[in-house]
């Protein structure tokens, strides 16, 4: 069972750089058809998908934040990230990491990290 | 983009009666090669991340209690819980995978009436 978990600052200030991380355990980030995603959720809110990363490198950003957003992966490490960049308040969120099955065997994104909650406060 | 609307946003139901909440998608998520919908249901506790439920419209996820089920085709779906229990209070989401970006409902909150 494949396990994801984010580790994340906590707190940025505004203008800054927002970076976390997904450390993936219990399967391989090369596998092949799995697409590898950050998710965040506004305090009370919903859920915004910003983007995915395959482990070849390819990746898809969110309109909204494709000026803003890099998704890395690091395959030696089994790991992937995120960068924001000129973060503002509107940024504070819990953000997901997940695993997006793409449809292989019909299945969605499948599994999810616990989420880290970044709050972005001078 | 492909927009997901549900309804209501939120419902309260007596313990043992059914829920339904309705999924709405603004476009078909029907796969026409596969006839597959490819539309899944989630369910998120506070302080949790979601959880899948179901996918491929009505296809139960392994150790899903069989109290949820799903349905629906083409751009209406419908997840239904038959006996609503305590431990179902959560927010259900929906979300089609037929495109990327994955989009999500604004979600459904089932409390205990």
């Known amino acids: 069972q494949v396990q994801l978990r984010e580790s994340g600052p906590g707190l940025v200030k505004p203008s800054q750089t927002l970076s976390v991380t997904c450390t993936v355990s219990?399967?391989?980030?090369?596998?092949?058809?799995?697409?590898w995603t950050w998710i965040r959720q506004h305090p009370g809110k919903g859920l915004e998908y910003m983007g995915n990363i395959y482990y070849s490198g390819n990746t898809y950003y969110s309109e909204s934040l494709k000026s803003r957003l890099t998704i890395s992966v690091d395959t030696s490490l089994n790991q992937f990230s995120l960068k924001l960049s000129s973060v503002t308040a509107a940024d504070t969120a819990v953000y997901f990491c997940?695993?997006?099955?793409?449809?292989?065997?019909?299945?969605?994104?499948?599994?999810w990290g616990q989420g880290t909650l970044v709050i972005v406060s001078s | 983009d492909i927009v997901m609307t549900q309804s209501p946003d939120s419902l309260a139901v007596s313990l043992g009666e059914r829920a339904s909440i309705n999924c709405r998608s603004s476009?078909?998520?029907?796969?026409?090669?596969?006839?597959?919908?490819?539309l899944a249901w989630y369910q998120q506790k506070p302080g949790h991340p979601p959880k899948l439920l179901i996918y491929?419209?009505?296809t139960r996820e392994s150790g899903v209690p069989d109290r949820f089920s799903g349905s629906g085709s083409e751009t209406d779906f419908t997840l239904t819980i038959s006996s609503l229990q305590a431990e179902d209070v959560a927010v259900y989401y929906c979300q089609q995978y037929y495109t990327t970006p994955r989009t999500f409902g604004q979600g459904t909150k089932v409390e205990i009436k």
């Open positions: 476009q078909t998520i029907l796969y026409s090669s596969d006839k597959k919908n490819y």
């Open positions: 491929l419209a009505s």
């Open positions: 997940a695993r997006d099955a793409f449809g292989v065997n019909g299945y969605p994104i499948d599994s």
């Open positions: 219990g399967g391989s980030i090369n596998s092949i058809g799995y697409y």
